[in-house]
């Protein structure tokens, strides 16, 4: 289930529309997240370049996992939540993973409350599943529950409920005009078989730009990227030589990084955009080290500033005049990332494992699915839909009891009821002034040596030295599909 479904969920809820989720699980994640005082979107607050310092690390707080914790959608409603432990890449997020993205309500009655209609004309409408689950206007069920097609009845929980309609969905496909190779084969496209999803190694000269889709945002930092890695095949020829001289091998590796034991599936094109962008980059050359990082504002710059394309734009052979103005544009937006930075580093002064995980839990809003922000917000919801009806023409819609539905939506929340009976608010406000404190530290450093971060005089710092240490000269830096192999002419 991705975007498409919940789009379509979205659209059905105004008129009444009772939604039974019969599903595997799914990944929702809000599509913009306050955190200290600025409103972030999913894909700026990624901090792709940490992963180069620890991955294990980077996996324990880039989706600011709250296990156990009672008040995010997952501990809630478990049947929404999709088993991964198949999965065994190096890289995470892996490759291949679908994510819904979503407008939670609190943020989006603050985007679009004063004139609803007019910006639900405009297509800008509520998608919140996390709402629509805790209200029991959709409910989740096991992919076990039994359907029976001809009396048109899905069964949970002991009671069997007729349905109207059964939607079942797919992955999207590349719309590929028809290739054939070397005249009489035709040419599937296999995300796998590519490299980079742009050099079939089945074809020669060529480049297949736009089909790799990234999992939380950033379609255009993609092919951006793929246009100038594109470029540089089409007009470097030694560049071109040595990336085909080893191209199996590099897919191999690729592929082996990315998607671990798992087998082909439909959707090996999604992507994580931020650390497909740094591949093309450092392929190409243009990519930043953290070795040439000299004073502590490079150092925020290269790891919490996000790796959209124009990052890589600043210099090099593909710079372009100007871009410095936009860097300084989201830098003042995003206050130069210096909340995420500070997250990262104090995130480091707990220990992996439950020490960080409790510490998660102390935000006063998780980063993803909090239920929390949600409960102020039922008669918003009722005044959207309300709009929602006016804008799109619909019949008075008539609010009928439904015992059998409510009977179904106790069920389905049996588990919410029980973990949230006797638990007292998690969040606390010294996990936001541990951020601040950190930020504010690093900013009155921005200007300053790195040298200067170990002198006894700033003793605040010591307790994230160790970390900085390894941001300077990460360890986990090498990637064999990025290897040139050794060429040699004959």
């Known amino acids: 289930m991705g975007d498409s479904a919940n789009l379509i969920i979205s659209k059905l809820l105004p008129g009444n529309n009772k939604i039974i989720i019969r599903t595997k699980g799914f990944d929702p994640l809000d599509k913009v997240i306050p955190i200290a005082g600025i409103t972030f979107t999913l ?41 991964m432990s198949h999965i065994t890449t190096k890289s995470t997020p892996s490759s291949g993973t679908i994510v819904i993205k979503y407008w939670p309500v609190d943020l989006y009655a603050k985007e679009f409350g004063d004139n609803l209609e007019e910006n639900i004309a405009k297509g800008y409408l509520l998608n919140d599943i996390a709402m629509w689950i805790k209200t029991g206007k959709v409910i989740v069920v096991p992919p076990e529950s039994k359907i029976d097609f001809d009396k048109k009845t899905i069964s949970y929980g002991g009671i069997e409920r007729s349905f109207y309609q059964y939607v079942t969905g797919d992955a999207e496909k590349p719309k590929l005009p028809p290739i054939m190779i070397n005249g009489d084969t035709p040419f599937e496209y296999k995300y796998r078989e590519n490299f980079m999803g742009v050099i079939p190694k089945k074809l020669n000269n060529v480049y297949l730009i736009g089909y790799t889709r990234p999992m939380t945002g950033g379609v255009a930092n993609i092919s951006e990227m793929q246009s100038i890695f594109t470029h540089k095949l089409i007009t470097q020829p030694n560049f071109l030589r040595d990336i085909r001289y080893n191209l199996e091998e590099r897919i191999d590796n690729y592929n082996k990084h990315y998607y671990g034991s798992t087998p082909p599936g439909k959707t090996d094109h999604s992507v994580y955009y931020g650390f497909y962008t740094d591949d093309i980059a450092r392929l190409m050359g243009i990519d930043f080290k953290p070795k040439e990082c000299t004073k502590m504002k490079d150092l925020v710059f290269y790891y919490a500033f996000p790796n959209n394309a124009f990052k890589y734009r600043l210099r090099g052979e593909y710079a372009v005049e100007g871009i410095d103005k936009v860097v300084e544009k989201i830098n003042k937006q995003y206050k130069d990332f210096m909340a995420i930075f500070a997250y990262v580093l104090t995130s480091n002064t707990r220990n992996m494992g439950e020490d960080r995980s409790d510490w998660l839990k102390q935000q006063k809003r998780a980063f993803f699915n909090d239920m929390r922000p949600k409960d102020a917000y039922n008669s918003f919801v009722e005044k ?14 008539e609010d009928i009891f439904d015992e059998e539905w409510n009977q179904l939506v106790k069920i389905a929340g049996k588990t919410r009821d029980e973990v949230i009976k006797e638990t007292e608010d998690l969040g606390t406000p010294k996990w936001s002034e541990e951020i601040h404190a950190a930020a504010d530290l690093v900013r009155s450093l921005a200007v300053n040596d790195l040298g200067a971060i170990s002198d006894q005089s700033i003793e605040k710092f010591h307790e994230h030295f160790k970390l900085l240490a390894s941001m300077k000269d990460p360890q986990e830096y090498d990637m064999p599909y990025l290897k040139t192999a050794q060429f040699v002419e004959v």
Do not use: C, M
Not at 386 to 392: E, G, N, P
């Open 43 to 83: 894909d700026q607050l990624e901090f792709h370049n940490f992963r180069y310092v620890s991955q294990e690390h980077y996996s324990s707080i880039i989706t600011g996992k709250t296990d156990s914790n009672p008040f995010v959608l997952a501990t809630q409603f478990p049947s929404s939540v999709r088993d």
């Open 384 to 397: 959207y839909f309300k709009a929602f009806r006016k804008v799109k023409n619909l019949n008075q819609v």
